[in-house]
């Protein structure tokens, strides 16, 4: 849909400096625009192109609007104007609202206005899905759950019994909600399962990423707070508690029974310990392994860089003499001391 | 189901110090129960949780019989029996038998008694189905596929022709057993498929977690022993060789062609590389990077504990620089030995 | 298929050593093999099973031919020609063209000849299916996906809307193409989206594992060249550009905006940074972590090995007091050198 850039203005609170008049009806990144486009300068690696950026419309921070050549949207915090802008000229796709033929919904579920549900769906007993939802092509929705307004649940999702979903989250294709923890007992010829009977309860405004899994609580649910975004591929363990606007990046594994603060930001494939407690505000850094309780807010890191493979062998074959090393050190100084002493 | 504590007693070999006659019909934690419910200490962290718990019954080691102010079961192992007291309470709900019309099984399959099939699945030609088995709605079961009697395969599940599956297994939502493993050969033109012919043997009581993925063998198959337990977003290479009763936390990658043995333990995300032999009775930590055989039972750790970040960097500066810092100590003590001699 | 080692030896360009006219119909292993079994050797590990092969032919560079018991085959390259005998003995099953009755296919979508569509797949509108595309049980075909001649896309996969596949293409069980990149912005309330527009686009003869994802690009497309081979549990970002014929092994994690160059191989689990560059023909052994872009064709390393845990704890331990102990080093050679100076 085309939009005036002066209307984007007035509804999203920029300055223009340029043709008030210009129209925009797509994004496109700075060096892939053509006319019509409306582009962002965040980065600011990607200075360089602005200037010879055929974008219709550059959203900026004022510092750099002189370097536009088209029209310059100016704004406080340009990445988010342009989220907000972007999201207005490219709307999700919603599907037509009602229960394809080839979904199985049962009778006990209660569906509310304006739900989708695709073919190959199969909602159980007793599900409530709130209105205005989505439910995407061969989804699996278990008894007693329950789904807020306006969620995007995609194609081949699982969401087993009990959990709670709250409003306008989005699940992504694969994503497993509400499978048992990871609950066994020694036993004399084997392990036994432990029952795992708390649900999953999600709050409002979460997004759970394409093939991530969140474990059932053994007892009681394992929570993802208000506003958490979860990117693909994660595990959150049984009785973890993820805090309010908690981010984390692909591939991160939270162990069981952690507590986490709001406001955190993990890198990918970072992860803890189980029965941890994290404070709010804190960063893990990518592929940073956590393994005792954080109070502290701060940042934290725990990665190693890449290096060249025999300088990296090396380094590894002393890190393992490490301790040798250090103990050598401590001789050598006394010994220097003692000679000291005795001249 | 409500069930007296003296029957938990005799039933589970317990004592009890406390009323016989209280009645509980469901778990909670110590610190969530109220009336009707049974907890238990395990983790000595909780004990301090111990004496204001309003559980109508605990399960606890014979010392902390003491601390319980409700009613007591005393056993020599109390997570254990609290698993097996508690799968009592809380069975595995196990859907009617019978073949959901949505669902599509070919003609060929043969079907044991009380299985249940439900909406979505496609179980495909000569695919035997033990007696008891509930197959989750959306899952794929592919041709001469066996599995055992009394099996819960949950939703969305994959499992590719040949593979055989024993008695009791149990498999999360968004398995995948049997796809492709990984084989590849450089050809002048790019990179060739090698087939891969053998199938996944799994023997009885195996739990395979959400999103976990084993490949089917090359030639031979890849095998799961008995009693062995997965837990989420788990790879097993092509090949691999998984001893009884080993268990593996979320997110282990094993290579190819690697054996493990009997009663060992993976922590989250740790690894090994290919075609390695570990021993029965071996502990990896978690995060931790097994890249040669292991021969002797113990425990084995690779992981680096977060730190503040600033701290972290300037180690890994020096990490870099290990092996020259090594040849100056060196240096320096046959500086420090030629001085002596010289004195 | 049972086929004369002579025909097999002039199809693929090999010599004969022993009797041409001896029959295989299937692939051993050297050690499992039996009566027309065809086996090959190219890990030198296997050597020593060699001579005791029951193999009726084995595929085997010149200098291994003497050893051979039974019929050798000589080729250059032992375990590209044993793929290619492989493939003719085990074609992949090609299922029967059709469209299941149980499938949902929309009116707009163009099928090619002799495709196959297993039950509970559903096609989404506008949908283009190249002629001898297997679509397996479950999987669901985005709005507007176009996907190339003779692909095997496997059950319970999903292809989000727009996203390109070449020819030849194989995708295994339950990945994911085309979710959406991990793009927020944080808002005063809390974290917004940021659309994702941009689809994938994928060249010819690519494999994709299972339970793998590949994002959706923020603008442009995500963009997988041709012959790119990709293991299991892979997380490729939005916006990155993979050169073709580069190969990942499992769980391997590319975070956003990186471009890889052509011929790399990832080991199991590596991973990278966002917005990187790096050259063609870099190797990344298994679990490194690059950081920072790379220029120079090598091999890169960064995998800590496993070490018994005491050992490693204590190597931990004196690691996170490098800088204090290279500092110290540091200080004891400029109190050496004083010391000379002053003799």
Redesign the interface.
């Known amino acids: 849909m085309p939009h005036k850039v002066s209307e984007l203005a007035v509804r999203f609170g920029c300055d223009v400096v340029g043709d008030p008049d210009s129209v925009v009806d797509?994004?496109?990144?700075l060096r892939?625009a053509s006319n019509g486009a409306l582009s962002f300068l965040a980065?600011p690696?990607y200075r360089k192109y602005l200037g010879d950026s055929d974008a219709t419309a550059i959203v900026v921070a004022e510092e750099d609007a002189p370097h536009v050549s088209g029209c310059a949207l100016v704004a406080d915090?340009p990445?988010?104007t342009?989220?907000?802008m972007?999201?207005l000229?490219?709307p999700?796709?919603v599907p037509a609202a009602g229960i394809?033929v080839?979904a199985?919904v049962d009778n006990s579920a209660a569906l509310g206005e304006s739900v989708s549900i695709?073919?190959?769906v199969?909602v159980?007993a007793n599900v409530v899905i709130g209105s205005g939802c989505a439910i995407?092509?061969?989804?699996?929705i278990?008894?007693d759950v329950q789904i807020g307004a306006g969620c995007w649940i995609?194609?081949?999702?699982?969401i087993?019994?009990d959990c709670i979903l709250g409003a306008r989250c989005?699940v992504?294709?694969?994503a497993?909600i509400g499978?048992?923890g990871?609950?066994?007992?020694?036993?004399p010829e084997?392990?036994?399962?432990?029952?795992q009977?708390g649900g999953v309860r999600i709050g409002d405004?979460v997004?759970v990423?394409?093939?991530t899994?969140i474990?059932r609580g053994a007892?009681?649910p394992t929570t993802i707070g208000?506003?958490v975004?979860l990117?693909?591929?994660i595990?959150i363990?049984h009785n973890c508690v993820i805090g309010?606007?908690t981010?984390m990046?692909?591939?991160v594994?939270i162990?069981g029974s952690t507590t986490i603060g709001k406001n955190c930001a993990f890198g990918?494939?970072s992860?803890t310990?189980g029965?941890l407690t994290i404070t709010d505000g804190v960063v893990?850094?990518?592929?940073?392994?956590?393994?005792?309780s954080?109070d502290e807010p701060?940042?934290?890191?725990?990665?190693?860089?890449?290096?060249?493979?025999r300088?990296?062998?090396?380094?590894?074959?002393?890190?393992?003499?490490?301790?040798k090393?250090?103990r050598?050190?401590t001789r050598?100084?006394r010994?220097?001391k003692n000679?000291e002493k005795n001249e």
């Open positions: 797509h994004v496109a990144t892939g980065n690696a915090d990445y988010l342009y989220a907000r972007a999201r000229l490219h999700r796709a394809h080839a199985v695709a073919a190959g199969v159980d995407g092509a061969g989804t699996y278990g008894p995609g194609p081949n999702v699982t087993m019994g989005v992504h294709p694969g497993v499978s048992d990871f609950g066994i007992a020694r036993g084997g392990w036994e399962h432990v029952p009977v405004d997004d990423g394409a093939c899994s474990d007892i009681e208000n506003g975004k990117d693909n591929q595990q363990g309010e606007h981010v990046a692909g591939m594994g162990a990918g494939n992860g310990s029965h893990i850094t990518a592929r940073c392994t956590v393994t005792s954080i701060g940042t934290y890191g725990g990665v190693f860089p890449h290096d060249e493979i300088n990296h062998q090396r380094s590894v074959a002393r890190f393992r003499q490490l301790d090393l250090a050598e050190l050598l100084q010994a220097m000679q």
